[in-house]
């Protein structure tokens, strides 16, 4: 179920980056992360980096002092790395 709730938090996190709900958006992205790492669940790794840019991007703000062309380029690597 936990997996779910991992798609969940990244399609509501990057739902609310259009609703510019900077905090929800922020929320959504610390939840699929520490849920991601509590399950193994590094598939959506690639994902999540993507809705770090993203926010970074739509806030102007950088996120855990990483600017949006840092998650950017970890999320292109990770996509490279499996293949997809």
Same mark, same amino acid.
């Given at each position: 179920?936990?997996? #779910? =709730? ?8 990057? #739902?609310?980056? &259009?609703?510019?709900?900077? *905090?929800? /958006? +922020?929320?959504? #992205? %610390?939840? /699929?992360?520490?849920? &991601? =790492?509590?399950t193994g669940y590094h598939l959506r790794d690639?994902? +999540?980096?993507?809705?770090?840019? =993203? #926010?970074?991007?739509?806030?102007? =703000?950088?996120?855990? /002092?990483? *600017?949006a062309n840092y998650y950017l380029q970890k /999320?292109?690597?990770? &996509? %490279?790395? &499996?293949?997809?």
């Open positions: 179920m936990k997996l #779910y =709730q991992v798609d969940y938090c990244l399609i509501h996190g990057r #739902y609310s980056l &259009i609703l510019q709900d900077f *905090d929800t /958006a +922020l929320n959504h #992205y %610390e939840e /699929a992360k520490n849920l &991601i =790492q509590e690639a994902e +999540l980096d993507l809705l770090a840019t =993203q #926010y970074c991007h739509s806030s102007k =703000q950088a996120l855990n /002092a990483k *600017d /999320a292109k690597n990770r &996509i %490279e790395e &499996i293949g997809q």
